[in-house]
């Protein structure tokens, strides 16, 4: 293994001769873009120091939190199968604009999704989209009457949609604090990044046939809003 001082930084949550779970911060991609200014990323620094490290999901590059890698082609098929047959549990949290109320039962938003191909990258709610399905409970709200009320929400992603939880919240009225691609100026002036993190990640190992599950809690909370 190299030397990690000459590497870049990865926040390493689990790893075994098949897997890692690695936590990415707001502001890096999972994989290369396009350009020299785009190289760094953290399908890159994890091969640097796990030379069969594969991606098998991504998260936005605004978006912070857990994330699975595969080692080796076969594990990879094999957690990319997971994912695809909704055998992973996701959960996020995140910060929106506006007031929910705060209760133990889930809420849910049944609406499909697709490229807004004039704006691309965004996405859109269409009836002629890909079925996606949220469900979200708000955890803590501020007081109604505050200038700037916000609710702090647990999301569950049923599916996988490119920017759902994003487009999904935005569609309730209700957009997450920082977001710079579905959020006005107001909205992106009231958090320094997008306050959405991806928290619970849990599966069957593949190889060992054991229960795994990874939490990693948010850098944001109401209370440490601007």
Not at 82 to 95: G, S
């Amino acid at each position: 293994m190299p030397d990690t001082a000459l590497i870049d930084p990865i926040d390493l949550v689990y790893q075994d001769a098949h897997l890692l779970v690695l936590n990415k911060p707001a502001g890096l991609l999972c994989v290369p873009g396009r350009g020299e200014d785009k190289q760094d990323c953290l399908s890159a620094r994890a091969m640097r120091l796990w030379p069969d490290a594969l991606i098998v999901h991504r998260l936005d590059m605004a978006t912070s939190g857990l994330v699975l890698m595969a080692r080796g082609a076969a594990m990879q098929r094999a957690l990319g199968d997971a994912f695809a047959e909704r055998r992973v549990h996701k959960r996020y949290q995140a910060i929106v604009d506006g007031v929910l109320p705060v209760k133990d039962e889930w809420s849910v938003i049944d609406a499909p999704l697709m490229a807004d191909w004039p704006r691309r990258p965004l996405q859109k709610v269409d009836a002629a989209g890909k079925p996606s399905i949220t469900r979200w409970r708000a955890l803590q709200s501020s007081p109604p009457n505050e200038s700037a009320a916000a609710t702090h929400v647990l999301l569950e992603p049923l599916t996988g949609r490119s920017h759902q939880l994003r487009v999904h919240l935005l569609s309730i009225g209700h957009p997450i604090l920082g977001d710079a691609l579905y959020g006005g100026e107001e909205i992106q002036a009231r958090a320094p990044r997008l306050l959405l993190h991806a928290s619970e990640l849990g599966f069957v190992h593949p190889a060992t046939q054991q229960t795994l599950r990874f939490e990693s809690p948010p850098d944001f909370s109401l209370l440490s809003r601007p």
